[in-house]
């Protein structure tokens, strides 16, 4: 086997992103054939070199997985929690596949499409910046919003942590105390959608994602999840800078 990155290794069996691997490289918890490695860009070789993180093997998985579920509300975007509050991991075959974590998170009360894998560098990669992978949503807000907060959501929302990326906002429905809008977003940011309705004064009511990159919810019942198809594997790691020789 061709060797590879330690932090890469790291990342492929979804022990963290690349960057966190890093950091754990840099604090002495890896070890690799019984020695402590802290120097970037050490190169192993997966097929035979012994990767321990604090004393526990570290293996790539046999198959790489990635997973779909209908999230429903009420259900924390973690695989635990120490309030033993509901999570999602009670809705994915973790005990199928080893190493299972949610791309990204919806918060509690969000529903719609959440990504799983176990492969750290897709996870890594989608969620990153620089790849601006499509994020879809249908947001029923308060009140009729009117064409000048149409604009500003559409040009961009001055929130605390700075203004937004241009959002591509459709209007689905006005009602005299309710709108319905599909906004599809380019980043990530903690809450955002439901922010910038607080924004323009129109707070969001009901949170649904319905798509990601190329991949759309279509009728995925709430609560279940479903592998994806190979074209579908294919279309998410070129949305996100992948090779597509990682599925052989």
């Known amino acids: 086997m061709e060797p590879v990155r330690l932090q890469k290794f790291l990342a492929r069996a979804g022990v963290a992103s690349r960057r966190a691997s890093e950091e754990l490289i840099a604090s002495g918890r890896v070890s690799v054939n019984g020695e402590v490695v802290r120097e970037m860009g050490t190169k192993i070789d997966p097929a035979c070199a012994v990767v321990e993180l604090d004393g526990a093997r570290v293996t790539l998985p046999e198959e790489h997985a990635v997973l779909m579920l209908n999230k429903p509300a009420g259900y924390l975007s973690a695989m ?12 994915v075959p973790t005990n199928r596949f080893a190493g299972l974590f949610p791309v990204g998170r919806l918060d509690k009360d969000t529903t719609g499409l959440l990504l799983f894998t176990n492969d750290g560098e ?54 005299p105390k309710h709108t319905l809008l599909e906004i599809t ?17 129109h707070p969001v009511r009901k949170l649904e994602r319905i798509a990601l990159g190329p991949l759309s919810l279509s009728d995925l019942e709430a609560g279940t999840w479903r592998l994806l198809s190979e074209e579908e594997h294919r279309a998410l790691l070129a949305a996100s800078g992948l090779s597509r020789d990682r599925m052989k």
């Not at 635990?80 to 809705?91: P, Q, Y």
């Not at 203004?163 to 209007?171: D, I």
């Not at 977003?185 to 004064?201: C, D, F, P, S, T």
């Open 185 to 201: 977003i380019y980043e990530g940011r903690n809450r955002q959608i439901r922010r910038m309705g607080e924004a323009v004064g």
């Open 80 to 91: 635990s929690d120490a309030h033993d509050g509901r999570c999602v991991s009670e809705l």
């Open 122 to 175: 897709l996870g890594n990669a989608l969620i990153h910046p620089r790849h601006h992978v499509p994020k879809t949503y249908r947001a029923l807000v308060s009140g009729q919003v009117g064409e000048r907060a149409l604009e500003t959501l559409r040009s961009g929302v001055v929130l605390e942590d700075g203004p937004t990326q241009p959002a591509e906002v459709e209007l689905l429905e006005r009602q």
